[in-house]
């Protein structure tokens, strides 16, 4: 069983940073894929970028490619997101995700946060 909690979010002007963190619990966080997911009102969840187990394979969504940067810290059961440069299209709620399967699409993960707001003012 794995449970996770996201934090870092807030209110920024656009060409700003923010860093989320996800903090899990659980004795085998660290055999688990975590993804970054967001939706903003009205629209779809979408996929922001995931990271192995290992942390040796990353993968992020074009319109976050060279921005954002995941990593995670299995000794501390943390997972990063690094996000520069941040536009106003960015604004929705980030949700952190765990499951056995590495990749882009929602239902292949198994747990998922709350989600933390991410606001960006142009």
């Known amino acids: 069983q794995v449970q996770l909690v996201e934090s870092g979010g807030g209110l920024v002007q656009a060409g700003d940073s923010l860093r989320l963190s996800c903090a899990a619990s659980?004795?085998?966080?660290?055999?688990?894929?975590v993804g970054w997911f967001r939706r903003a009102p009205g629209k779809e969840r979408e996929f922001v970028a995931a990271i192995t187990y290992s942390g040796g394979s990353t993968q992020y969504a074009d319109s976050v490619k060279g921005r954002f940067t995941i990593s995670r810290d299995n000794a501390n059961n943390t997972v990063h997101l690094q996000m520069n440069s941040l536009k106003p299209e960015d604004t929705a709620v980030y949700s952190c995700?765990?499951?056995?399967?590495?990749?882009?699409?929602?239902?292949?993960?198994?747990?998922w946060g709350q989600g933390t707001q991410v606001t960006v003012s142009s």
């Open positions: 995700a765990a499951g056995l399967y590495y990749g882009s699409r929602w239902n292949g993960y198994h747990y």
């Open positions: 659980g004795p085998t966080f660290s055999t688990y894929a």
